[in-house]
Nanobody
Framework: VQLQASGGGLVQAGGSLRLSCAAS????????TGWFRQAPGKEREFVRA????????YYRDSEKGRFAISRDNAKNTVYLQMNRLKPEDTAVYYC????????????????WGQGTQVTVSS
């Protein structure tokens, strides 16, 4: 599976962005997908994950209500809608894919996209 993350950019605090993770290669609809982010000088951390069917999602409590993950298997794409963005959301956002159930554990993911930069100004 090849993953391509896009949709990042510069946005003011309180604004919104929608990130996309487009997949090609093997049957993407069989893979759970997760979004992680990595701020400068910090480790990559979990943001959201979604099951292959879209029926189950996982999230960080700190982003509950601000971020939402969804997928369109017909388009081989997973989305991360981010609302009410804060400067501390500034990071490179990565999408990953894995067989089986979604996970918040970085090491569980087999495939990764190249990342997309999100910068939130105050």
């Amino acid at each position: 599976v090849q993953l391509q993350a896009s949709g990042g950019g510069l946005v003011q605090a309180g604004g919104s962005l929608r990130l996309s993770c487009a997949a090609s290669g093997r049957t993407f609809s069989r893979y759970a997908t997760g979004w992680f982010r990595q701020a400068p000088g910090k480790e990559r951390e979990f943001v959201r994950a979604i099951s292959w069917s879209g029926g189950a999602t996982y999230y960080r409590d700190s982003e509950k209500g601000r971020f939402a993950i969804s997928r369109d298997n017909a388009k081989n794409t997973v989305y991360l809608q981010m609302n009410r963005l804060k400067p501390e959301d500034t990071a490179v956002y990565y999408c990953g894919a894995k067989m089986g159930a979604p996970s918040s554990v970085l090491a569980d993911y087999e495939y990764w996209g190249q990342g997309t930069q999100v910068t939130v100004s105050s």
